[in-house]
């Protein structure tokens, strides 16, 4: 059994929240059990801190209680994942030396000295993996919000600045990996998730190299579960599209069930900026689930279908087995998808039976 303990940091508007919401979906499509570590201090301030108007006492006393706070959040996961009988990948939404960005160096040792704390602790032998996902506010500007974050209220030089402060937080950590802006957002999300994947040593084929494509396939018919030719994992999906308040924006909710188990998730995409169409992820909760889903839009049918995740012959496949009730020319209707560097002749070849 594995257990990957992975930290996502950065700069405000970096794609931390998509990122963890695609990475969860990719591992639980693999059959791993993931739990995602909310960030603490959006936690602690949507209780009505405002870090903007702390005093510098009073940085330093929320500092100290946000690492106290974070580690317990923290070992609560980790506790809950030695007693998985499944592959587990934790996700923190930033890791406990995030919170030294915040803060001078003497007055986080003072802080590490009141907690009895080390920086190799809390670093190189808490986490396995960290990943700093570069702010927007660094080579895509025209891309940085605040709107999608009720805990952000940087300007873009701030922004810059909190960047480069998270990245030298973990600069000793010797398993850090940066994700630049030098390409679209979704190539910066599968440069994400194929890091850790790599880092992890799993082989999913051609899902994430530069050149691969989407390719799907209708299925006729599938063989029994019991005469399936590989490992799978079936989830139930439900997407319900929503009134948008926004021209041009197009909202959803994804309410995704494995084992009678749901998760839930609320995408935003937004309208084409430069060539680049943003979806922006955020899993939800259930409560939340329900009270969006007032807003439906009932011009657009819901759509019910069975996903099955598969590897074959290290590839990655998903089949999506449409439900009723559905629109008439989906009924019966099985797509197979992957991803693939090959040439349309030379797929055929190598897809499963």
């Known amino acids: 059994k594995r257990i990957h303990k992975l930290v ?40 009505g801190i405002s870090f903007g108007e702390l005093n510098e006492e009073q940085v330093l006393d929320f500092q100290e209680h946000l690492v106290v706070t974070m580690m317990a959040l923290e070992d609560t996961y980790f506790s809950m994942a030695e007693r998985c009988d499944q592959n587990v990948l934790i996700i923190a939404d930033r890791g406990v030396m995030d919170a ?16 009895s ?7 190189d032998n808490r986490y396995n993996h960290v990943v700093h996902m570069q ?4 080579g895509a500007e025209n891309f940085y919000s605040t709107e999608d974050h009720a805990a952000r209220f940087e300007g873009l030089e701030l922004a810059r600045e909190r960047d480069r402060r998270a990245m030298d937080a973990w600069r000793d950590h ?11 957002f979704d190539s910066k999300i599968n440069r994400l ?55 041009g924006y197009q909202t959803r909710l994804r309410k995704r069930v494995r084992n009678g188990r749901p998760t839930y ?49 290290s590839q990655q496949y998903q089949l999506d087995i449409y439900r009723s009730p559905c629109h008439s020319r989906c009924k019966g209707l099985i797509l197979l998808e992957t991803f693939t560097t090959l040439e349309d002749d030379e797929i055929k070849k190598y897809l499963p039976p």
């Open 265 to 313: 998730t609320f995408t935003v995409r937004k309208p084409e900026l430069q060539g680049q169409t943003v979806e922006v992820k955020q899993p939800i909760s259930q409560r939340d689930y329900i009270n969006l889903l007032a807003h439906r839009d009932d011009s657009h049918l819901p759509v019910f279908k069975t996903r099955r995740c598969f590897l074959y012959q």
């Open 174 to 184: 010797p398993y850090v990996d940066i994700i630049d802006n030098r390409s679209d």
């Open 117 to 123: 704390l080390e920086d190799i602790e809390i670093s």
């Open 100 to 115: 030294s960005a915040f803060i001078d160096r003497q007055a986080w040792e003072k802080i590490l000295a009141k907690l």
């Open 8 to 47: 996502l940091t950065g700069g405000p508007c970096g794609g931390k929240t998509t990122g963890q919401a695609m990475l969860a979906t990719f591992f639980e499509n693999l059959g791993w059990k993931v739990f995602r570590v909310p960030e603490t201090a959006t936690v602690l301030m949507s209780g």
């Open 135 to 138: 702010s927007a506010a660094i």
């Open 193 to 247: 998730i194929d890091l850790v994947v790599k880092r992890i040593g799993i082989n999913v084929g051609d899902r994430f190299k530069a050149n691969s494509r989407k390719v799907k396939f209708l299925v006729s018919s599938l063989p029994d579960d019991k005469d399936f030719p590989v490992k799978f994992t079936d989830f139930q999906v439900v997407h319900h599209y929503l009134h948008s308040a926004q021209k």
